[in-house]
């Protein structure tokens, strides 16, 4: 049986790259302090201004602050039980969904999730540079926001983010606690780079 070598994988930054992206990683431990409005408007027009496929924009954000418990809980509520554990303090959660048609012709939109990748990591950095911390979540159920926020057929819920200023993580259980401090690791280019033909 032929063995299996794991892709190259450094936790260095090998080229040059601006502070947010150096700086952005997907934490777990929230302190208390209250999100802004000012912040929450800045993280919302950072995804406004994201490419997308014939200028569509089809991202939707659905939030809540903890300052609004009852949405705060029915976006909390659609949560995979290991995102709960962490996802309960944090002071801002974000539904981030797609309108799955195009505006101009009602048309099946199949970059629709591209574009909201997009708005999604424009927010996150535009996030890293006000010193919050974004961690996205596939791990919720989806027919549970569907039925939580009344989402009509017309759009649908992709990721959920969390967001807020971290505290020291000490108190975290395991395997979360191990996480916040492991050194972050990406494969190397060229494992996902080529320049020649596959």
């Given at each position: ?96 969904l ?43 159920e989806?027919?549970?926001?569907i ?50 033909p596959?």
């Amino acid at each position: 049986m032929e063995t299996v070598t794991a892709p190259p994988k450094s936790s260095e930054i090998e080229y040059p790259v601006f502070t947010e992206i150096r700086e952005r990683r997907s934490r777990r431990a929230y302190s208390d302090r209250a999100v802004g409005e000012a912040e929450i408007k800045s993280l919302f027009e950072a995804a406004r201004w994201a490419p997308s496929s014939s200028n569509e924009q089809p991202w939707v954000y659905l939030y809540a602050t903890k300052a609004q418990p009852e949405l705060w809980n029915k976006i909390f509520d659609t949560l995979m039980e290991g995102n709960r554990i962490w996802a309960k303090d944090a002071p801002l959660l974000i539904v981030s969904l797609v309108r799955k048609n195009f505006l101009k012709n009602d048309k099946p939109n199949g970059s629709a999730k591209f574009d909201l990748g997009a708005a999604n990591a424009l927010l996150s950095l535009q996030a890293t540079h006000l010193g919050l911390n974004v961690h996205q979540m596939g791990g919720f159920e989806r027919d549970k926001a569907i039925a939580n926020l009344s989402i009509p057929d017309t759009h649908e819920p992709v990721v959920v983010l969390a967001i807020g200023y971290l505290r020291d993580g000490n108190d975290l259980p395991e395997p979360f606690k191990t996480r916040e401090t492991a050194p972050r690791e990406r494969y190397t280019q060229d494992f996902f780079v080529m320049n020649k033909p596959f």
